[in-house]
DNA sequence: TTGTATGCGTTATCAG
DNA sequence: CTGATAACGCATACAA
């Protein structure tokens, strides 16, 4: 069924339902009926294919997420999922991994798809394969990276101050008496890197040494960790680079009879379901992820439309205080 | 950039570049290097919309949650994401609310992408108002329903055993000598309702009664139900029709000082992360989700690919048992 | 108010 | 082995 098909039934031509079914004056009444009434009888829709091909617009925006099993990232993503969807944008979501190849593919195909913009949600796509793919295959599409950045003309930033929040965070717990500090780290991405020097900067200004840990990106990989601390030496404050670190944290904490916050102290990041839901409840420092992601869409959509788009935008964090540190 | 940019600059024709772009043989390897080293260096890549319009095929999955706020359903829609992609198919979802007009809106807008193939994640859609929109927009796009069921000739469906499951939930916790049961229930969809005629069932056949609640669908839903509970007199088994829902109750239940499994014992049905981060850990009604998923999968290709496909599929659920329920 | 012709970027058929 | 040419479904400038 196309337009043509349309026009036979209704007797006339192509054109005539095009302007009818883009709701383009100019039509009497009388013929505007007919093919609508046709039209909705029939169940058509025009295609977006064809139209985004004449238009020169795909009305398809991408969305490029690192890690699919960081619900983190998925949330966000949702966010921008329906932000865009209330525009007439579909999002296609592709979730590359970690290795550069199938990185760069998923540029590849955002180009082939002709998305007239596209969000890289996660820092580990500031990198130098991706600034290349960008700038050979989209270097004039309007990105935007959420937590990340790429120096080139077509690519625009939203970032949390991961730093700031780490640092803020170790001061809290330091202001409370802690004196003996570990860190987890899982993966090794910017975010994370900065992170740490976050906390390396907080622990210097205070004179104190840490204990720095990597593990891996899970609730296991937060328990082994803690188990770890434990089995070396004295700790009274532990930090975790995501909250579902620390999930695992408390649940080792408590496996070995630990009172937490009495004898330490647990921080997460992310503010996320699992910092409420583990007894008891973490503190976490928040990057506000949901407005982060409104403001990828809004820089977006500002780019794409032509607009002046904000190059660069730092988000504050902020300190949500639960069970997990003393009050 | 086309391939007619390319054939200029190569010194051939527009067929000869689509032929290499392609893989097609026929072509002289010196012209075929040519064309392919001017292609690389230009980032060039052909356009899916335009190649989708002459192959009648957009290599396009659409997918349809209901819930986003639901992550069991966005688990499952990544599972899927991924599969598809490893086909080259790129997928684009669409979070319908879950009022019938967005819904209907969502499935007018896969039929204008032309999407190869759908999948509707969630029970909810099994509607009355979604035959129609399918049978009226989509009436012979092949379309997989997890944990849905709609009687059109295009639709296929991949369902779990929820009846059975919840039925042997509670027959576990009878066989631990538990007889005062509650049931907290979140939204009215059709998937819920065979998870309380499975509770209901299971509760007649051993002359027993229970206390049915309804809740929101969140930590805190869960929570305010349990408390509820408690208000109102004795029980020593609840059962909760989602993890997160039993997350809430066993942080009310501990909060209340009552101790789980001793004096009440709690199942949630999903075997999420929140089962396995709460504590106590929380049993769960396992309905196998990334399994559900890799079948759908499966399904919508053998029936875009025209080989024949399962109409109906049902798996098998799992009781996953920790500490939450007595050993 | 409506129709005709053309272009959008690709594939496929048919010649050469 | 390669090149014209039509077709895919739609939008739009230009004519009528």
Redesign the interface.
């Known amino acids: 069924m196309t337009i043509y098909d349309i026009a036979r039934i209704a007797g006339v031509s192509a054109s005539t339902v095009s302007r009818v079914l883009n709701g383009r004056p100019g039509i009497s009444a009388e013929t505007r009926n007919r093919i609508l009434s046709i039209t909705q009888a029939s169940?058509f829709?025009?295609?977006?294919?064809?139209r985004?091909?004449a238009k020169k617009s795909?009305m398809?925006i991408g969305i490029l997420v690192s890690d699919?099993r960081n619900?983190h990232y998925?949330n966000g993503a949702?966010v921008m999922?329906?932000e865009f969807?209330k525009n007439g944008y579909?999002?296609?979501?592709?979730?590359t991994g970690s290795d550069d190849e199938s990185r760069v593919n998923a540029v590849?195909?955002l180009?082939?798809?002709?998305v007239d913009g596209a969000v890289f949600i996660g820092s580990s796509f500031s990198s130098e394969s991706m600034a290349s793919a960008v700038a050979?295959?989209m270097?004039s599409t309007p990105i935007v990276m959420e937590n990340g950045v790429l120096t080139l003309d077509n690519v625009y930033s939203v970032i949390a101050d991961d730093e700031g929040g780490l640092r803020a965070a170790v001061d809290y717990l330091y202001g409370k008496g802690r004196r003996h500090f570990s860190y987890v780290n899982a993966n090794d991405t910017p975010s994370n890197r900065m992170k740490r020097e976050g906390v390396e900067g907080a622990i210097a200004a205070h004179g104190l040494e840490c204990r720095f840990l990597e593990c891996e990106d899970s609730?296991d990989g937060g328990y082994e960790a803690t188990n770890r601390i434990l089995s070396e030496g004295r700790t009274d404050a532990i930090l975790y680079s995501m909250d579902?670190l620390a999930?695992g944290g408390v649940?080792a904490l408590?496996d070995h009879g630990i009172s937490v916050p009495d004898d330490v102290a647990v921080f997460g990041v992310d503010n996320s379901?699992?910092s409420?839901?583990?007894?008891p409840s973490i503190s976490s420092v928040d990057t506000n992820l949901s407005r982060m992601s409104s403001q990828c869409v809004r820089t977006l959509e500002d780019a794409m439309s032509g607009r002046p788009a904000e190059k660069m935008a730092e988000l504050p964090y902020e300190l949500v205080i639960r069970e997990s540190t003393p009050r």
Chains 1, 2 share one sequence.
């Not at 829709?45 to 064809?50: I, K, N, P, Y």
């Not at 180009?111 to 002709?114: E, G, H, L």
């Open positions: 169940g829709e025009l295609s977006e294919a064809a985004g091909l795909s398809l699919i619900q998925t949702y999922v329906e969807q579909c999002s296609i979501i592709l979730n590849r195909m180009a082939s798809r002709r050979t295959y270097p609730f579902i999930a649940r408590s379901i699992y409420v839901i583990s007894r």
